[in-house]
């Protein structure tokens, strides 16, 4: 069996613009995602699936976020878009973005959608077959890295997902996710089954997990601790506060958490990139407000109940060492700034602001304009950017609108389809 000669690292892959924004009831806007991959790249995070290259909407965003990569803004972190592993889809998305140079192709492996999916109209063969034919049609068509998704994996008979794999590395594909897209692992089954992938497979390894069974982030950290003990590189995949389908994916902060801090874990299981803990709370707090979902009380790190003690004797003890009763400090998380909160008069931006009133409250961000003209294109996008959010931009947005107009104005910029039947 050939091993790596380097110790395997661990890496984080976050899909919060895609599993997060595919969320029954949640979306975000073009600009929020934007913003959420310019925090995930302050954070560390090695790669965001930044949307859907075969949706008509997503094009604009994504090449404009193709753009701001070009530019340096967003970097080190790459931006990779989630399709199906079919060859139709990988032509459509180079034809909507045709800069884009990385992906993740989806298709479904266990018996269960073999049968209730695909009616039995298909077979394992067929399922290698179009995926490997997509892989190549990527390839082809210029993507520099492609990780083949094995959706439904944990329902997949181990046999099957190795031969998978081994047809997925055979095309020059970078890596193998496997999806637990029920919640269906437990930490014991995912640590033999992503340990036995990498040891058979031999090739870097995207772990997928998601809460129903509430497990996400432990069966994250097992699956990662599989694949570097078979001798792989382990992404794992998250989203922030881990907003996903049905019960959520695991969350960046909580698993960021666990890595790091558990009982002895981070001694032998190193991240490959550096993170940036304290980015926590804002890029927490940032998508709490985008999607509208409140951070849960007790949410691990970020939570605004994570630091908080009542009880005496707690109190006391935390009061006279912290380490008696927190495991880490709110500070590496980047809280215990204080926020300013205004009680007063406000000026706020929205769909309808005028430019007097908009020059103040970029004034407040020591923002100021050349003239009465440039202020109002600027604020034109805002108010853009206003109609697809709904709420006020936060200060982030602002100042990146009033820094990047003309990447924001392709970000912001809709155009529905010519409809010939109606
Ligand atoms: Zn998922």
């Given at each position: 069996m050939a091993k790596k000669e380097q110790t395997p690292k661990i890496y984080f892959l976050d899909v919060t613009n895609r599993d997060g924004v595919q969320t029954a009831k949640l979306g975000l806007s073009k600009l929020e995602k934007t913003m959420i991959n310019i925090y995930l790249n302050e954070v560390g995070?090695?790669?965001?699936?930044?949307?859907?290259?075969?949706?008509r909407h997503e094009a604009r965003y994504l090449e404009a976020n193709l753009e701001l990569v070009k530019m340096g803004v967003l970097k080190p972190i790459r931006l990779e878009g989630w399709i199906r592993a079919i060859v139709e889809d990988v032509k459509t998305a180079f034809k909507f973005?045709?800069?884009?140079?990385h992906l993740n192709l989806s298709i479904s492996t266990s018996e269960q959608m073999l049968k209730g999916k695909f009616r039995g109209k298909k077979t394992g063969d067929d399922i290698i077959k179009e995926m490997t034919d997509a892989v190549d049609a990527a390839k082809a068509m210029g993507a520099e890295s492609i990780g083949v998704n094995a959706e439904d994996g944990s329902r997949t008979e181990l046999g099957f997902l190795v031969k998978f794999g081994l047809a997925a590395k055979e095309h020059g594909a970078a890596r193998l996710r496997y999806c637990d897209t029920l919640g269906y692992d437990n930490p014991f089954t995912i640590y033999e089954t992503m340990k036995a992938l990498a040891e058979n497979v031999v090739m870097p390894l995207e772990v997928h997990c998601h809460g129903d069974l509430g497990m996400a982030v432990a069966n994250s950290l097992a699956g990662a601790k599989g694949s570097v003990d078979g001798g792989q590189d382990a992404y794992i995949n998250t989203t922030v506060n881990g907003i996903?389908?049905?019960?959520?994916?695991?969350?960046l902060v909580a698993c960021i958490l666990a890595i790091?801090?558990?009982?002895?874990?981070?001694k032998k299981y190193q991240m490959g990139s550096p993170i940036k803990l304290t980015m926590a709370a804002k890029i927490a707090e940032f998508a709490s407000y985008a999607f509208d979902v409140p951070i849960p009380l007790?949410?691990?790190?970020?939570?605004?109940?994570?630091?908080a003690h009542a009880s005496g004797i707690h109190a006391d003890g935390v009061l006279k060492d912290p380490e008696n009763y927190e495991l880490y400090s709110y500070k590496e998380l980047g809280r215990g700034k204080p926020k300013f909160v205004e009680t007063g008069r406000e000026i706020i931006s929205g769909q309808y602001s005028g430019v007097a009133g908009f020059r103040h409250l970029m004034g407040k961000m020591n923002v100021s304009f050349a003239s009465r003209d440039e202020a109002a294109d600027i604020l034109e996008l805002v108010r853009y950017a206003n109609v697809q959010s709904h709420k006020p931009l936060v200060e982030d947005e602002l100042l990146f609108i009033a820094k990047y107009p003309h990447i924001a104005q392709k970000v912001l910029t809709q155009t529905p389809l010519v409809l010939e039947t109606v």
């Open positions: 995070v090695f790669q965001s699936e930044f949307g859907f290259p075969t949706t973005v045709p800069n884009i140079k996903g389908e049905r019960a959520g994916n695991a969350d790091t801090k558990s009982k002895g874990f981070a007790n949410q691990p790190g970020v939570g605004a109940n994570a630091f």
